[in-house]
């Protein structure tokens, strides 16, 4: 494919996979059991530790290098704190409720439970979106054909663990609105954040190139906050612990050897 075929299929993908994972509602007539939802967490949680580490720090280090020299890593230790910081402050302000433990976060409200669970899972999208955008705007600078397709593996790493992250939002919605449709498309809607997020990363990355090793850091921080603060309490290791971190090295693996082999 083309450049700009990589960037456009990039950003379509992760949101239909969140997609297609949601429409798995009309299949299950009842919740998935702990177990899986305890694999499917780990999962993505090793997925995204992995996106963070080969396609954005290391990206990060590299790109400072010519501007930092042997202070290379300031730039992507910087930038993955203010990630972070930056998840905090929405956690504190958008109300939601945590799936599994049942923590409510954010500014007192009086939205209902659905919605409250809606909210928490596109918050942690958000990261997901900047990330890819993040990717193929660096891409896009650098006119690279390699560097598009790493962006391209990072994509389909994302549209990989948003697929079983569709699931884990819709089927318990189903019980929260009692019907299969609405639940369907709070699970499909809470990944749309994420291609209108990778088209602003895109555009901040492609038009301030020095700030590059910064964003992408940025949205390394953002991502490994949101596993530690939400994908790992919510798996329940304590209850399914080989399961979980069976299924955070299967994903780690899995986004690993996409980057290295595409990148």
Do not use: C
């Not at 299929?9 to 299949?27: K, N």
């Not at 209108?196 to 906050?225: D, E, H, R």
Request: glycine share 12%; net charge negative; hydrophobic share 55%.
């Amino acid at each position: 494919m083309s450049n700009t075929a990589l960037t456009i299929v990039g950003f379509l993908i992760i949101f239909a996979a969140t997609t297609a994972g949601a429409a798995l509602v009309f299949l299950f007539r009842k919740e998935i059991s702990g177990k899986l939802n305890t694999l499917f967490l780990g999962f993505a949680s090793g997925v995204m530790v992995a996106a963070s580490v080969w396609s954005l720090l290391i990206p990060s280090i590299d790109g400072a290098g010519e501007s930092f020299g042997k202070f290379s890593f300031v730039p992507a230790a910087v930038g993955f704190i203010l990630g972070g910081l930056f998840l905090l402050i929405i956690d504190k302000l958008v109300p939601h409720i945590h799936g599994g433990t049942g923590t409510e976060e954010g500014i007192h409200n009086h939205l209902n439970k659905p919605l409250k669970l809606f909210l928490a899972v596109t918050i942690h999208n958000i990261p997901e979106g900047l990330a890819v955008g993040f990717a193929f705007g660096a891409a896009a600078v650098s006119g690279d054909h390699g560097a598009y397709a790493a962006a391209f593996g990072l994509a389909v790493g994302m549209a990989i663990q948003n697929f079983p992250e569709g699931a884990a939002i819709s089927l318990p919605m189903k019980n929260a609105t009692g019907s299969k449709f609405k639940a369907f498309l709070y699970g499909s809607g809470s990944g749309a954040v994420e291609p209108v997020f990778a088209v602003i990363g895109y555009f901040l990355a492609s038009n301030l190139t020095s700030a590059q090793p910064w964003l992408l850091s940025f949205a390394a921080g953002a991502m490994v906050f949101v596993v530690v603060e939400d994908l790992i309490p919510d798996a329940r290791l304590s209850e399914h612990s080989h399961l979980g971190t069976w299924g955070a090295m299967i994903g780690f693996v899995l986004m690993m050897t996409l980057d290295v082999a595409l990148g």
